[in-house]
């Protein structure tokens, strides 16, 4: 009888013991097939995306606020054309009274939306930086000159933010498409986002020589 009890007691502790190993050994492939299938790393992509949205909001509204002092400084100017003007101070309008937010990166046709009315007010501001070469009173004005100053080097730091946010979205798209990421990416809910589909370089106002 003893030795049955032994036996029994040695054949639960094997029992026991190989339990806990057929559990570890669960863990450790689940975990490596989470790690392999982008389970993780989906998360790390689609910060980087939001952090590079943010900056893009960040330029496009750096620029939003130069506006207003710039229509102020060019209202002094006598006879400038007031369609140019009128058309900088719509386009302002439009751009800043879009709804912008963290679903606007997950949305294509809201991404379209603000990125035309952010090229549309570039193009009105392209255009009033070149009519000005007209009016040598206020390319001479410091207010002038200095607002333009910051204008451009604005519009270079939207075009950096706009390449890396493309730049980010491609990351996160390939490894929402490709396979075995994209398994990880599907249990996240994580889909395909849309980009920019306009050049930077298309949205740079004109460099003026004073």
Known sequence: MTEYRVFASTAVRRLRALSVAALLSVSLLSGLAFSGC????????????????????????????????????????????RDTLTKVIEARASATQMKVDASTIDDPQKLQQFEEAQAKLSGALSRLLVVSENYPDLKSNASFRDLQAQLEGTENRIAVARNRYIESVSDYNKLVLRFPTSIGASLRGKKERPTFEGNAADEKAPEIKM
Do not use: H
């Open 38 to 81: 982008g389970y993780n790393q989906v998360i790390d992509v689609d910060q980087n995306v939001k952090s590079a949205w943010a900056e893009v909001q960040n330029q496009y509204k750096r620029r939003s606020d130069l506006v207003p002092n710039l229509v102020k400084v060019v209202q002094g100017a006598a006879n400038f054309e």
